[in-house]
């Protein structure tokens, strides 16, 4: 396809625009918001859009505020056709085409959009067309070029293939439809589990039905052998029935037989009683006249045994009183014996006492002594008031007054008279005589006067201290007095030795007191006195009471041997009596048992006299009564009688022994059993029968064979959808795999000639080392140069938008043969440099003589290294 | 002395094969042949009708069924004896003592419960003597059962009523049930009876040589391999002679056929062949096809089958018999004209084809995509039923 013109009116901003088209390349250029983007918007609607179109992006192209319609129109070469096209938009919307070759033709409205379309799209691949149309603002990298037919035929064409009818296509879809009709295009799913499930539900309905019309089936089968069975027994009942009878029959028989047996043995129950009546009698009558007889017997041997039995009491009487004799000597001569034995021990005891009286006597005359000595010393002692302190006091007191004696003597004047001649004189009106070679020496303590007859009178006086001095050997001597008048001594010397003699004394007593204590040896004085005071009572009651004539022992020896003299006596005759009392009291025993004996012999005898006498008359009143041969002529009778009745049973035994009655009853039992059991069964059965028949009954006419049948059907029919579901389903499946493999495996094929042609292109503009890697669906995946693999999304965006560009140009190259497709390209290259500008230039002006370019710029700088080129101003 | 001898009439059978709509029909075809046979009745003057067991299909019927074909029952103006057979004997679960069937069956119509012999109402000296199925497993000759309890009676005309196959026909002749021939050739023969009426053989069969032993065979066709079914007869007895008259009850038709297709010839001729069947939806065709096509005969056999399946009341291929080689030739290439990777694909399909079914199911569906010999490519959305027209 070549576009010549293109005119639009009241299209959005523009009110009216008019483009001719270069065959090569056209430069359209003009500053924003002139309107270019217009020209490819309206270039697309007009073979896309119909002109009643109330699409928004239809409504949007009329211009704000005006209430025109919008027009586009475009005259249009394409293989053989050449044609003039025009839409007007929303307001008097309205579609025109006009044919100029290869034959005219006018068309309108619908038929002439549907024409074009048919005219276009039979010459010109539409998805390439949209792939090729480089709209502003739209992104311009990635080119969807894998819908395009054209360009497959193309490069079909261009790697050499068998040639693509165009139609591939459209089988692809038609196929994949197909394939969608049965499977998910995602998951691959089968889209008919309907169908298998119909299958199901109907196969498990046939199957229930089936079971059921089994059970019903064997129901039936059941009720006909119970109904048999039924039958059979009713006829095999009168068998029985006989068979019963006749047994019971036989029974009967039997049984009036055991009848008479036993009615006979009841005859014989009461007959025998009789005679063991009878029996009873006679022998108690034999055994009563035993009874006497033995009774007599022995009544007569206890009477024998009565006289030795008393003869034998009396000998023990005898020997008894004697032994009572001998007792009573022996008590007599014992008492003697134990009086002479007191006699003993009172002799003895008096002995004792007397001795014990002169002790305690002598030692109390002792200590009466001593006790005396005693009152001597206490009388002394009285005397004496000196104490051993008193006597300490007053020699330190007549000490004390020592000292202060010579304290006051040294003190004083010391006076020394020698004579030379015997002299006299006198001294404080002492006379004085001395003698020459004795001195006079006196101490001056006061005034001293000495008169020298004759001669002289002397004075002298003491000094002042010696005076005090004085005073304190004063008050010393009467301390000392006053001390020696307390102790009633006269001097010192007096109270040392009177204190000298209290302390003997006082020894003496101390002394005096522990002989006491030895004599006395831990008794007391009082107590003795009170022992001896009892001693010699008792002494004086013994005396008295002893009879005088008897001597007294001569001493204790005397009396302990008499006493015990006694005490043997006494004791060899207790020991005699003791003996004498055992053998007393053994014969007493003997005869009390021998009378005790004689005495229930005695009884004895007299009771079974008495006893005998008693049976004697009664067995006399009873034979009176009946006699002994009566008795026994009823116990011969009845015997006779018994006999007869006996062998009759014998008799009766025999016969039924003969009948079996064992075996009679047995089968008897049998066959009433097998009776009962018949019976039974056919009551059992015919119950089984009942139910059968009541479930039988709800089952006619229940249509459950019909409901089966249709079951069936429908499951066949079901069956034979799922079947031809299935078989399409796989056939589709596999067409579908089959198709999509060869056009994968074509599409590899096409890439090499795609490849080729963009590395063409764009060795001008990346140089000659450019190389690029095609995926399947013709996308570049990576881009080479200088030997580096770059991916295609790591790329600029400004050289994605140069290889977008290249792609295009390209693939228009590619089908240009085929009556190719415009490149028209919106405003792009904004992010390319100069020098790349310039490349891009070279390469578009290098596509543009192969294929119909369309390039639009508001920045015409851009583009001029574009050489061939008609240029357009807008 | 006439009336008339049918059986198997096996009211409330059905039959797999045919769509729900041809069921139906079919089913009201078994109802229908009740009122043509009492037509049949009165159109020849016969005095009453017995039906040799099979009246119904099944005991367990439901009530709709059995109401209908009572209704039709009810209609026929003479007496009709009705045998049970081995589909539905006299057991427990017997439809003729159901409630429905005592409550709604009319005087005129006779169970034979018993071989007591019974007088036909409104003749004199006619008596019917049946042989019913008591139970699904006889375990006797039901029929020489019958003629041996049966007394003599002279002067009065007999008719033995009997189900089952005699032993000359019966493939199996070790089943108990198994009615013996000469037995009663011997009844024929020494007068006990003077006609034998026989079901259980679908297909019209005169039994011997006596001339009064008889399968009527079913009113209505019920499988492929009957004989002559569709029939009832006309027996007339008269003076020690027996004339039989075969009616035509029905009208439906069973055929299995087997074609040879291998050239566009043998399509049309088959397709004339279709053509001319009369009554198509009362007809039941299976066709078992031989033979070696290529796609576009396939095509066209397939469309013929389609068209004419919408017309019969059933065609289906008979899959046993089926040995249809198909086999995509140059014309086939040619009608298609695939190019590119569809022409791979067409090409790899065709190799894989020889061995594979689906693969030649896939060789179709493309062909039939692609267009076939109609050079016009058609989308999915206007096929309809995955055949082309």
């Given amino acids: ?874 | 002395m006439k009336f008339i001898h049918t059986s198997d009439w096996q009211i409330g059978m059905t039959r797999a094969f045919l769509s729900q709509e041809a069921a139906a029909r079919y089913s009201q075809a078994r109802i229908d042949a009740i009122r043509s046979l009492g037509q049949l009745a009165e159109e020849h003057d016969a005095q009453f009708m017995v039906v040799a067991g099979d009246v119904f299909e099944s005991n367990q019927l439901s009530a709709q069924t059995l109401s209908r074909a009572l209704d039709a029952l009810n209609s026929v103006s003479v007496p009709v004896f009705l045998l049970p057979g081995n589909h539905d004997p006299l057991d427990a679960s017997s439809i003729f003592r159901s409630k429905a069937f005592k409550d709604q069956a009319r005087d005129h119509i006779i169970v034979v419960e018993d071989s007591t012999p019974i007088p036909v109402p409104g003749l004199d000296n006619v008596e019917v003597v049946g042989a019913p199925w008591f139970s699904k497993r006889p375990a006797e000759d039901l029929c020489a059962r019958a003629l041996k309890d049966l007394e003599p009676a002279p002067g009065v005309t007999r008719i033995l009523l009997g189900h089952g196959q005699v032993d000359s026909l019966s493939p199996d002749q070790s089943q108990p049930g198994v009615v013996s021939q000469a037995r009663l050739e011997q009844a024929l023969a020494e007068g006990q009876v003077h006609y034998v009426a026989l079901g259980d053989r679908h297909s019209l069969t005169n039994v011997g040589n006596s001339g009064s032993l008889c399968y009527s065979g079913t009113p209505l066709v019920t499988d492929f391999d009957e004989v002559d079914p569709n029939k009832a007869l006309l027996v007339e007895l008269a003076n020690d002679t027996c004339t039989l008259t075969p009616l035509n009850t029905g009208f439906w038709e069973f055929q299995a056929l087997q074609r040879d297709i291998n050239a566009p010839e043998d399509l049309a001729a088959f397709a004339q062949w279709l053509d001319a069947v009369r009554g198509k939806e009362c007809t039941v065709l299976k066709v078992g096809f031989t033979g070696s096509v290529n796609l576009a005969l396939a095509a066209e056999l397939d469309a013929l089958l389609d068209k004419h399946s919408q017309v019969f009341a059933s065609l289906k291929r008979r899959e046993r018999t089926t040995d249809l080689a198909v086999i995509p030739d140059a014309l086939d290439d040619n009608a298609i004209a695939l190019s590119g990777y569809a022409d791979a694909t067409w090409k790899a399909l065709l190799a894989q084809a020889a061995t594979d079914d689906t693969a030649n199911d896939a060789l179709r569906l493309m062909y039939r995509l692609a267009g076939g010999a109609a050079s016009e490519i058609k989308g999915p959305s206007s096929e309809k039923g995955g055949r082309s027209a």
């Fill in chain 1, 1 to 874: 396809m070549k576009l010549l013109t293109l005119t639009l009116e009241n299209w959005r901003g523009v009110s009216s625009s008019h483009i001719e088209f270069d065959n090569a390349v056209t430069l359209i250029e003009g500053p924003n918001e002139v309107g270019k983007s217009s020209l490819v918007e309206a270039l697309r609607m007009l073979f896309r859009e119909k002109s009643g179109s109330k699409k928004k992006e239809v409504q949007a192209v009329q211009p704000v505020g005006q209430d025109v319609g919008s027009s586009v129109a475009a005259e249009v070469r394409c293989g053989d056709y050449h044609f003039h096209y025009r839409k007007t938009y929303n307001r008097k919307a309205g579609t025109e085409l006009r044919i100029l070759a290869p034959r005219a033709e006018q068309l309108t409205g619908d038929d002439a959009h549907n024409r074009a379309w048919e005219i276009l799209s039979g010459h010109m691949d539409m998805a390439l067309w949209d792939a090729l149309l480089v709209e502003q603002g739209k992104e311009i990298g990635g080119v969807r070029l894998a819908d395009s037919d054209g360009l497959a035929r193309a490069l079909d064409n261009a790697a050499g293939g068998a040639g693509v009818s165009g139609e591939e296509s459209a089988l692809f879809d038609a196929v994949q439809a197909e394939y969608e009709r049965y499977f998910t295009l995602k998951t691959g799913k089968p889209r008919y589990g309907d169908q298998q499930q119909r299958v199901e539900q109907h196969s498990t309905q046939v199957k229930q039905l089936k079971t059921t019309l089994r059970e019903l089936d064997d129901d039936l089968r059941r009720f006909e052998n119970v109904s048999a069975e039924i039958s059979r027994l009713q006829r095999a009942l009168p068998e029985l029935q006989q068979a019963k009878e006749q047994h019971e029959q036989r029974w009967t028989a039997i049984d009036s037989l055991q009848a008479r047996l036993t009615a006979k043995e009841e005859e014989g129950k009461p007959l025998q009683q009789l005679l063991e009546h009878a029996r009873n009698q006679w022998q108690r009558r034999q055994d009563a006249a035993a009874d006497i007889a033995r009774r007599e017997q022995d009544l007569a041997q206890k009477q024998a045994a009565l006289q030795p039995l008393a003869e034998h009491a009396a000998e023990l009487e005898r020997t008894v009183k004697a032994a009572e004799a001998t007792h009573k000597d022996l008590q007599v001569q014992r008492r003697a014996l134990q009086q002479a034995l007191q006699q003993a021990r009172r002799d003895t005891a008096y002995l004792q006492d007397a001795a014990e009286l002169a002790r305690l006597q002598q030692l109390l005359e002792r200590v009466q002594t001593q006790r005396a000595e005693l009152a001597a010393l206490r009388k002394t002692l009285a005397d004496i008031h000196i104490t051993a302190e008193g006597r300490k006091h007053i020699q330190a007191a007549a000490s004390a007054l020592d000292v202060a004696s010579r304290t006051r003597d040294n003190a004083a004047t010391r006076l020394s008279i020698d004579a030379l001649q015997a002299a006299e004189f006198q001294l404080n009106g002492e006379a004085i005589s001395l003698r020459p070679g004795t001195p006079l020496e006196r101490q001056v303590a006061e005034s001293l006067q000495i008169d020298i007859p004759e001669l002289a009178r002397i004075t002298i006086a003491p000094a002042a201290s010696a005076g005090e001095l004085a005073a304190e050997v004063d008050a010393k001597q009467q301390e000392l007095d006053t001390l020696l008048a307390r102790y009633q001594v006269r001097s010192v010397e007096q109270a040392i030795t009177l204190d000298e003699r209290r302390a003997d004394a006082e020894q003496t007593v101390r002394s005096v007191r522990e002989r006491i204590e030895d004599t006395l040896q831990g008794a007391d004085e009082e107590s003795l006195q009170v022992d001896c005071t009892r001693l010699q009572q008792a002494c004086d009651d013994a005396l008295q009471q002893r009879d005088p004539d008897q001597p007294l022992p001569a001493s204790a020896h005397e009396a302990k041997q008499q006493l015990e003299t006694a005490g043997e006596a006494l004791d060899a005759c207790e020991s005699e009596r003791d003996q004498e009392t055992g053998r007393l009291q053994t014969r007493r025993d003997e005869l009390t048992r021998a009378e005790a004996r004689q005495q229930q012999a005695s009884t004895e005898v007299n009771a079974l006299t008495s006893v005998l006498e008693d049976k004697r008359s009664s067995l006399a009143q009873e034979r009176e009564a009946e006699p002994d041969a009566a008795l026994e002529q009823v116990v011969t009778e009845r015997e006779q009688q018994l006999a007869a009745i006996n062998a009759e049973l014998e008799q009766l035994r025999a016969q039924l022994q003969a009948e079996d009655p064992d075996s009679a009853r047995l089968q008897l039992d049998n066959a009433s059993h097998a009776l009962r059991r018949a019976e039974r069964d056919i009551i059992e059965q015919q119950q089984e029968q009942a139910v059968l028949e009541s479930r039988l009954d709800r089952a006619q006419a229940n249509g459950l064979f019909e409901e089966l049948e249709a079951a069936e059907q429908a499951l066949a029919e079901a069956e034979d959808t799922l079947a031809a579901t299935e078989r399409r389903a796989a056939a589709a499946k596999l067409l579908w795999e089959t198709l999509n493999e060869h056009r994968d495996a074509s599409r590899q094929a096409y890439v090499r000639p795609l490849r080729e042609g963009i590395q063409n292109l764009g060795k001008i503009v990346f140089g000659s080392d450019f190389d690029i890697v095609l995926g399947e669906d013709w996308t570049i995946l990576d881009v080479i140069r200088d030997g580096k693999t770059i991916p295609f999304d790591s790329l600029s965006v400004g050289a994605k938008e140069q290889l977008g560009i290249l792609t295009r140009l390209a693939a228009a190259r590619i089908v240009a043969d085929q009556g190719g497709v415009p490149v028209i390209i919106d405003d792009a290259l904004g992010f390319s440099d100069p020098t790349r500008l310039q490349s891009m230039g070279a390469a578009i002006a290098a596509a543009g003589r192969d294929a119909q370019v369309v390039v639009l710029t508001c920045t015409p700088g851009r583009f001029m290294y574009l050489g061939e080129v008609g240029v357009r101003r807008l």
